[in-house]
């Protein structure tokens, strides 16, 4: 096998640069690594502020919380859990805690 000439290496070149993304293409994301200033931060602030005026029309619109009714307590669902042998592990445990405490 001979070594390749000048024209084939050039090939090989532009074969291998057409696999590379081109950069002009890919996206770019700005990254900073220093702290911004005093005024930036407002500034930041500031806009996302007008963003924040477009979601308090949206939140005005959400139905007014109201207390809920009983079959969503969790009593009687502990009154059910009570007898499990595991619950009662559980609470003969914590309560040996409590009395070294």
Known sequence: MSAPDENQIKQII?????KQPNPD?????KIELRKKT?????EMATARSKDDKDTDEEEANLPVPHVCPSEYSLKELNNQLIPLPIVRAFNSAEGKIRKKQ
């Open 14 to 18: 532009s074969e291998q640069a057409m």
């Open 25 to 29: 293409k890919m996206k770019v994301t």
């Open 38 to 42: 005093l005024k930036e931060l407002e």
